[in-house]
């Protein structure tokens, strides 16, 4: 076991090889010691780790990340964001813009830990890789610019992690900062969060000379004595706090303390039991063994979020906050997966992540939730219902990978060899150990086996949030054509949030992503990667369409294919209803719905579905549309596919009679500026039609709240350095649907139909 150890310490220190022209990394795993090095791979389940690193772009969670590998002993040199050299911003796009893109997951050892780390983007435009790391952990870091509190992206990652029951750790990070302020991070937490932060450090000086922090459950002091910026802050001096040179230090931690065991008091009964039963009288003798258990159980249970304070850049609090990753956050173990039970002992994994390599094909990122993962074994995908083979495991490093002979419960692994395989899908050891997992999913299920099949035999995957912009993109010669969607089926099962189609008219093939930057990358990744120097077209926004009144027509469709006749006549009425994420539902008359067959009913359905695709205005989706079926009558013989093309024929006609509206995407936006060019910003959101919501004082800063069409917002951020030079930051998220007024629908529509 400890030779093992050493082979795989010999392995991770292997992995990196920095220069700075980013050489190769190669591994250094001796191929003999097999058995050893599944011991470690395969740790005990208690002692692993799945926990994603979440943020507001720029609040330091790559620089965070790249601490942990560095003092865990992953890497031997430091990377750094600005010098494009850190671990888990390896596409040539991070490195050049200095922000993190596509989620990447890093493997290390802490302290006999495992912990399986995914580091994740904080812009918007890739809140979906968010989404599926979150999906799949057990617990999450929370990293927050100590000067900023809680930003706007925090707010979005906060609601996923909330979404999906992450317990999390609150890391203040860039308290080194001038204007980092702890009580005020502390109260936006509280505030905007609507969460309970458990304070468990006390920063040691502040700005330039914050020097450590004071761990309040034991009271030592954590100081860390660096003369240089070249000093990796590896070593740091722990020791007792001194109540007699330090007055006014020992003072507040004392106060900090007691504020602490009573906070924890109110939200975990066995620590209040044990404080009125053994401590009731002295605060101050509490054992911190005792008050960290008590911090774990108010973590798990999400009552409470304990808060650590550092500088990832200065190279201090990072170890501590490592610490409390194995101390607070929960084991795949401890968190209670259905599944678990219901395929023991059997394989079941969902696959979170794919990504295409140009040697081995389809990488596919699963996390495994019960049995045994190996190499070489046929796998089966519940949702493609479909038998693959897996040919290879590997442990993820980044971009740089190791194979392993297995792969057990609780860990997150990298399989090649799965091609139909995507983002969502469940696989499992067989159809056999499937259907064995629904029996005993059916015998504790009150609520009918269908319910219960789908509900705890299939893992429920992620949500894909619709696109907002939209644009052409052509290859430069028609001979490439193949080559582009290639490219482009290869970037979508990478990357669910982008979506492809092509334009029924024109036969362009239109580009539909989550922003501007979004597409960029895309474009910029089809030039690099697979060769293709394409055009895009002008950037659109994603318009949805509704109508304003209720209408009922009639349709006859009448046609003979060969020697067969197909007559068939609908009525129908559609009204509008409260807008939804769906475009509309469909009703049949009570008559109607005994009358037709299972077959015509699909075919009403899909014809009322399609138009739902095309409203009657511009061609966009519709919403907020319900469809009442009043009558269908049609001669014997004719098929479902008539049936089909006369409701969609009615529905266009009743979409006409009941007048279009058009639905804008309202974008909600956040500018920090300074006061000095805040009256230029507020000019520049009122020809943007921008409806100002608040404006807040964050230190030196005003914070600018807003809403603002998003067909106002192009090329925004130019624009926004230019007013302010440079020194404003902004960041955008979608807010919601809206109508738009007349004059600037109808300005829409002159362009659209190119008279204006």
């Known amino acids: 076991m400890v030779w093992g150890r050493c082979l795989l310490s010999a392995g991770l220190q292997g992995l990196r090889c920095r220069a700075s022209c980013h050489v190769k990394r190669h591994y250094s795993f001796f191929p003999d010691d097999v058995k050893s090095l599944r011991a470690v791979v395969?740790?005990?389940?208690?002692?692993?780790?799945?926990?994603?690193?979440?943020?507001?772009?720029?609040?330091?969670?790559?620089?965070?990340?790249?601490?942990?590998?560095?003092?865990?002993?992953?890497?031997?040199?430091?990377?750094?964001?600005?010098?494009?050299?850190?671990?888990?911003?390896?596409?040539?796009?991070?490195?050049?813009?200095?922000?993190?893109?596509?989620?990447?997951?890093?493997?290390?050892?802490?302290?006999?830990?495992?912990?399986?780390?995914?580091?994740?983007?904080?812009?918007?435009?890739?809140?979906?890789?968010?989404?599926?790391?979150?999906?799949?952990?057990?617990?999450?870091?929370?990293?927050?610019?100590?000067?900023?509190?809680?930003?706007?992206?925090?707010?979005?990652?906060?609601?996923?992690?909330?979404?999906?029951?992450?317990?999390?750790?609150?890391?203040?990070n860039k308290m080194d900062k001038p204007a980092a302020n702890l009580g005020f991070s502390i109260e936006s937490i509280r505030q905007k969060l609507k969460a309970n932060p458990v304070l468990l450090q006390i920063p040691i000086g502040s700005g330039k000379n914050f020097t450590g922090v004071v761990d309040l459950l034991s009271k030592q002091k954590l100081i860390w004595k660096l003369s240089s910026m070249g000093e990796d802050g590896r070593v740091f001096e722990m020791k007792p706090l001194d109540h007699l040179d330090e007055p006014e230090l020992s003072q507040e931690v004392n106060e900090a303390r007691a504020a602490l065991i009573e906070q924890i008091a109110d939200l975990d009964d066995e620590f209040a039991e044990l404080l009125l039963t053994d401590f009731s009288d002295n605060f101050d003798a509490v054992p911190s063994v005792k008050l960290r258990e008590a911090v774990r159980r108010v973590t798990l249970t999400r009552k409470g979020v304990p808060v650590l304070c550092g500088s990832s850049l200065r190279n201090k609090g990072v170890q501590p906050l490592l610490d409390a990753i194995t101390a607070y956050l929960p084991a795949p173990s401890e968190r209670h997966h259905d599944v678990v039970r219901w395929y023991k002992d059997d394989l079941c994994a969902l696959a979170f992540k794919v990504l295409h390599d140009k040697q081995r094909?389809?990488?596919?990122?699963?996390?495994?939730?019960?049995?045994?993962?190996?190499?070489?074994?046929?796998?089966?995908?519940?949702?493609?219902?479909?038998?693959?083979?897996?040919?290879?495991?590997?442990?993820?490093?980044?971009?740089?990978?190791?194979?392993?002979?297995?792969?057990?419960?609780?860990?997150?692994?990298?399989?090649?060899?799965?091609?139909?395989?995507?983002?969502?899908?469940?696989?499992?050891?067989?159809?056999?150990?499937?259907?064995?997992?629904?029996?005993?999913?059916?015998?504790?299920?009150?609520?009918?086996?269908?319910?219960?099949e789908h509900a705890s035999v299939v893992l429920s995957g992620v949500e894909v949030p619709d696109p907002v912009f939209f644009c052409t993109i052509e290859p430069p010669t028609l001979a490439k054509q193949s080559d582009l969607e290639n490219a482009l089926n290869c970037l979508q099962r990478e990357d669910p949030s982008l979506k492809v189609r092509v334009d029924p008219d024109s036969g362009q093939t239109i580009l539909c992503g989550m922003g501007e930057l979004h597409i960029e990358i895309i474009h910029d990744r089809i030039r690099r990667e697979y060769g293709i120097e394409t055009h895009l077209g002008p950037l659109q926004v994603a318009y949805r369409e509704t109508i304003l009144h209720e209408a009922s027509t009639t349709d006859t469709l009448d046609r003979t294919v060969g020697e067969r006749r197909h007559v068939v006549t609908v009525k129908l009425a559609v009204r509008p209803v409260e807008l939804s994420s769906a475009g509309g539902f469909t009703a049949f008359t009570e008559e109607?719905?005994?009358?037709?067959?299972?077959?015509?009913?699909?075919?009403?359905?899909?014809?009322?579905?399609?138009?739902?695709?095309?409203?009657?205005?511009?061609?966009?989706?519709?919403?907020?549309?319900?469809?009442?079926?009043?009558?269908?009558?049609?001669?014997?013989?004719?098929?479902?596919?008539?049936?089909?093309?006369?409701v969609s024929r009615c529905m266009l006609k009743a979409l006409r009679l009941a007048g279009g509206q058009v639905l804008e995407p309202l974008m909600s936006l956040e500018v920090t500026v300074g006061e000095e060019h805040l009256s230029s910003v507020l000019g520049d959101l009122a020809q943007r039609r921008g409806t100002v919501r608040d404006i807040q004082s964050r230190h030196d800063n005003k914070v600018l709240l807003a809403t603002v069409p998003l067909a106002e917002m192009m090329g925004y951020s130019t624009i926004l350095r230019t007013l302010t030079s440079g020194t404003a930051t902004f960041s955008l998220e979608l807010d919601t649907y809206e109508a738009m007024n007349p004059h600037d629908q109808n300005t829409l529509l002159k362009r659209m139909a190119g008279l204006s």
């Open 42 to 172: 395969n740790p005990d389940i208690s002692k692993i780790r799945n926990i994603g690193i979440m943020a507001h772009i720029d609040a330091g969670k790559t620089t965070t990340t790249e601490r942990m590998l560095y003092y865990s002993g992953y890497t031997r040199a430091l990377g750094d964001v600005d010098d494009g050299d850190t671990v888990t911003d390896f596409m040539a796009q991070e490195r050049e813009r200095g922000i993190t893109i596509q989620s990447a997951a890093v493997t290390f050892d802490w302290k006999s830990h495992r912990i399986n780390l995914i580091d994740t983007p904080g812009h918007v435009d890739f809140t979906l890789e968010v989404e599926r790391a979150l999906r799949v952990l057990d617990g999450a870091v929370a990293v927050f610019d100590a000067s900023a509190g809680v930003e706007a992206q925090t707010l979005t990652v906060w609601r996923q992690a909330e979404k999906h029951h992450v317990p999390c750790v609150c890391f203040l």
């Open 361 to 452: 094909g389809p990488l596919v990122f699963v996390r495994i939730y019960s049995g045994t993962l190996k190499p070489q074994t046929a796998i089966h995908n519940i949702n493609r219902n479909s038998i693959e083979r897996m040919s290879r495991l590997l442990v993820p490093f980044a971009d740089q990978h190791v194979e392993i002979p297995s792969m057990t419960a609780g860990n997150i692994a990298l399989t090649v060899g799965l091609k139909q395989t995507v983002t969502g899908d469940t696989i499992v050891s067989s159809k056999a150990s499937a259907a064995a997992a629904a029996r005993r999913a059916q015998n504790e299920s009150e609520t009918g086996k269908k319910k219960g």
């Open 592 to 646: 109607l719905e005994e009358q037709l067959s299972q077959e015509i009913k699909e075919a009403v359905e899909n014809g009322v579905h399609s138009s739902y695709l095309q409203g009657p205005l511009l061609g966009y989706p519709l919403e907020g549309v319900s469809t009442l079926i009043q009558s269908v009558s049609m001669v014997p013989g004719t098929s479902p596919a008539m049936v089909s093309a006369c």
